[in-house]
Each structure stands twice: as structure tokens, then as C-alpha cells.
């Protein structure tokens, strides 16, 4: 199987960027990244390439994969054949955003 090339528009400190990076690491991948937040030209070149303004956006070989988290990625790596199943557990949340952007209990008062 042939190594896809990988290019990622991530922001440094994210749940859904760290998702998509565990993913990654699951299998192995080798990957560039972009810094989307401290790298003005990253996030245009995201926007261009993607045609809208949300991250994680992966490029796997010549298939861009829009406002994705690592669940997406993996679902999409696995019906194409870029890479095979494995009982590898990711090491962290694939699926979430930030703790601080989860939404909160909902509290009642009587």
C-alpha cells in the first residue's frame, strides 16, 4: 500500500485537530501540518484549497476532506483503501472538540 500524502490545516491546540492528529498516528501516517491560526497564509491557502472557513481540513492525495474531525478521516481512510483496519486504540478523543468548548450541564433550580 502505497503512503498517501497528507497535508493537514489544524490549529495547535484543538480537540477536533488532536482528534484528526490521533487518528493519524493510529496508523502511522506521516503527515504535514499547517498552522491555521498563527500562520496567516495557512488559513488562506485552507480557505482556497477548501472552499470554506472551518478546520480540521485534511488533503489525503488529491481528495480534500472539509471541517472533519479524526472519525471522518478514519471512515474515509478506511472505505478508500488508504489503510487497513487495526485493533490500535487512538490516543485521545477522535470525535470532540476542547474541553472548554463542550457544552456545560444544563442546571435546574427550583
Known sequence: ??????TCYLKPT????????????KYNLKWEE???VNNPDHRR???ERSG???????QI???MLADVNGDEVEAFMLANQIV???AVEPDAPTGQPC?????????FSN
Open 1 to 6: 500500500m502505497a503512503e498517501p500524502k497528507i
Open 14 to 25: 484543538c480537540g477536533w485537530s488532536e482528534g484528526v492528529r490521533a487518528v493519524l498516528r
Open 61 to 63: 492525495n488529491d481528495r
Open 45 to 47: 491557502e485552507m480557505i
Open 84 to 86: 487497513v483496519p487495526n
Open 34 to 36: 499547517r498552522d491555521v
Open 52 to 58: 470554506q472557513m472551518l478546520q480540521p481540513c485534511v
Open 99 to 107: 474541553a472548554h468548548e463542550m457544552p456545560q450541564a444544563i442546571r
